[in-house]
């Protein structure tokens, strides 16, 4: 195949390059001032366009996407949504978990995502795991063999105190990794150990819904990383939400953050979900309800950020947009533009265990083309123009045709 040559496009550190792209390899060849690199048969023009890495999404959960109708679900607080979608998963086909969840993906990539986390739930039945509660995943496996090339997707099992022999089933069926909801378990720290030799004795990756309520109390977070740091975990381990660390003082935070840091834990902050659901007990100076951003990042945490719910019971709302994530990490985390877009980039690639992307000779070419001229732009003003890249191949282009009279 020939390399691919990408002119003209403005780099965020760099300004305006040439980048030439090995599509045999799927990673850059080289960078260089424009005109210095050779024609070929291949070329897109990028003049006026930023070049990024691609995002990637870290907490997505397919098999719930675009429920919110379907569900007949009121806006409420955690509790509220965890029992509309048990009432409507009884009701959930494998069929119907395939092509909503291709329909979202197919979003994402459109936005630029090259690479998504999923959890998928074991469905419940009658209150319980009658039926076939691994159809959710059989959904997500079947949609990740026809994503090969296109977008990496990544499964976790979500249980909350399933019995032993499914989160087995569904770890020889094909799950990358196993989640776990320990702040709605009978008994948290049990849950954390029961899930952390699990998932040993899979190989492979913990993602735990961690600590997702404002109770500064609440220990999840805690009880991960000193688990951790006692068993010497290898396979990768992820803690989402994380709340209530955004709720403790300063220096109890700092503590619990360099704890994590040990533990060498990745953090996923879901703004969207978690602002949207948090907080409604508390009608004046309500909370933000993000976790402890700044903290866990000056202890050298791997800080990424997700979208979490794409309008389903959890959220209403949303765009399966990861600039959009990154808008709301620099509004309500007060992060900088740049730190906002390495969480959702960089970082959020990081906890997928994936290599660096990017438009840097040797970074694999994941990229994303905005027609913008700076980040700030890019995050501020939710341009639609993107060209996304998947191994340095053209997998989308979304074009805008703007009338004004």
């Given at each position: 195949?020939?390399?691919?040559l990408l002119?003209?496009?403005r780099?965020?550190?760099?300004?305006?390059?040439d980048?030439?792209v090995?599509?045999?390899?799927?990673?850059?060849?080289?960078?260089?001032?424009?005109?210095?690199?050779p024609?070929?048969?291949?070329?897109l023009?990028?003049?006026g366009?930023?070049?990024l890495?691609?995002?990637?999404?870290p907490h997505a959960h397919?098999?719930?996407a675009?429920?919110?109708?379907?569900a007949?679900?009121?806006?409420?607080?955690?509790?509220?949504?965890?029992?509309?979608w048990r009432?409507?998963a009884a009701?959930v086909?494998?069929?119907d978990?395939?092509q909503?969840?291709?329909?979202?993906?197919?979003e994402?990539?459109?936005?630029?995502v090259?690479a998504?986390?999923?959890?998928?739930d074991l469905?419940?039945?009658d209150?319980?795991y009658?039926?076939?509660?691994?159809?959710?995943?059989?959904?997500?496996?079947?949609?990740r063999?026809?994503?090969r090339g296109?977008?990496?997707?990544?499964?976790?099992v979500?249980?909350?105190?399933?019995p032993?022999?499914?989160?087995?089933?569904?770890?020889d069926?094909?799950a990358?990794?196993?989640g776990?909801c320990?702040?709605?378990?009978?008994?948290?720290?049990?849950s954390v150990?029961?899930?952390?030799?699990i998932?040993a004795?899979h190989q492979v990756?913990?993602?735990l819904h961690?600590?997702e309520?404002?109770?500064p109390a609440?220990?999840d977070?805690?009880?991960?990383?000193r688990?951790?740091?006692?068993?010497?975990?290898?396979?990768?381990v992820?803690?989402?939400?994380?709340?209530?660390?955004?709720?403790?003082?300063p220096?109890?935070a700092?503590?619990?953050?360099?704890?994590?840091?040990?533990?060498g834990?990745?953090?996923?902050?879901?703004?969207?979900?978690?602002l949207?659901?948090q907080?409604?007990?508390?009608?004046?100076s309500?909370?933000?309800?993000l976790?402890?951003?700044?903290?866990?990042?000056?202890?050298?945490v791997t800080v990424?950020?997700?979208?979490d719910?794409?309008?389903d019971p959890?959220n209403?709302?949303?765009?399966?947009?990861?600039l959009?994530t990154?808008s709301l990490l620099?509004?309500?985390g007060?992060?900088?533009p740049?730190?906002a877009?390495?969480?959702?980039?960089?970082?959020?690639?990081?906890?997928l265990?994936l290599?660096?992307?990017g438009?840097y000779?040797?970074?694999?070419a994941?990229l994303?083309?905005v027609?913008?001229?700076t980040v700030?732009?890019v995050?501020?003003a939710?341009?639609p123009e993107r060209l996304?890249?998947?191994?340095?191949r053209?997998v989308?282009?979304?074009?805008?045709?703007r009338?004004?009279?």
């Amino acid at each position: 195949m020939s390399p691919l040559l990408l002119r003209g496009a403005r780099l965020p550190d760099q300004g305006v390059r040439d980048v030439l792209v090995s599509t045999d390899s799927g990673h850059v060849a080289r960078v260089a001032p424009p005109g210095l690199l050779p024609s070929g048969p291949d070329e897109l023009d990028l003049t006026g366009y930023l070049l990024l890495p691609a995002p990637a999404e870290p907490h997505a959960h397919l098999d719930k996407a675009l429920t919110w109708d379907l569900a007949g679900a009121l806006p409420g607080d955690l509790l509220s949504a965890v029992t509309a979608w048990r009432a409507y998963a009884a009701r959930v086909t494998e069929e119907d978990v395939f092509q909503r969840a291709r329909r979202a993906v197919d979003e994402l990539c459109a936005n630029g995502v090259t690479a998504v986390r999923t959890h998928v739930d074991l469905l419940r039945d009658d209150g319980g795991y009658g039926g076939d509660p691994l159809r959710g995943l059989r959904a997500l496996l079947r949609l990740r063999g026809q994503l090969r090339g296109r977008v990496r997707l990544q499964i976790a099992v979500l249980h909350v105190d399933a019995p032993d022999e499914l989160l087995h089933e569904a770890l020889d069926l094909g799950a990358d990794l196993l989640g776990d909801c320990p702040h709605l378990s009978a008994d948290p720290a049990a849950s954390v150990e029961r899930t952390l030799r699990i998932a040993a004795e899979h190989q492979v990756g913990v993602d735990l819904h961690a600590d997702e309520t404002l109770d500064p109390a609440a220990g999840d977070l805690r009880l991960l990383a000193r688990a951790v740091g006692e068993r010497g975990f290898v396979s990768g381990v992820t803690a989402s939400h994380c709340v209530s660390l955004g709720a403790v003082e300063p220096d109890e935070a700092a503590r619990t953050a360099k704890e994590v840091a040990a533990a060498g834990i990745g953090v996923v902050t879901l703004p969207l979900t978690n602002l949207y659901l948090q907080g409604r007990d508390r009608p004046s100076s309500t909370p933000r309800g993000l976790t402890a951003v700044r903290a866990l990042l000056d202890a050298g945490v791997t800080v990424a950020a997700g979208g979490d719910n794409f309008r389903d019971p959890f959220n209403p709302v949303g765009r399966a947009d990861p600039l959009e994530t990154a808008s709301l990490l620099v509004t309500a985390g007060h992060l900088t533009p740049d730190e906002a877009l390495h969480a959702v980039t960089g970082g959020a690639r990081a906890v997928l265990g994936l290599p660096a992307a990017g438009p840097y000779e040797g970074a694999v070419a994941d990229l994303l083309a905005v027609r913008a001229q700076t980040v700030s732009e890019v995050l501020g003003a939710s341009c639609p123009e993107r060209l996304v890249f998947a191994g340095g191949r053209l997998v989308s282009r979304t074009s805008v045709v703007r009338e004004i009279f």
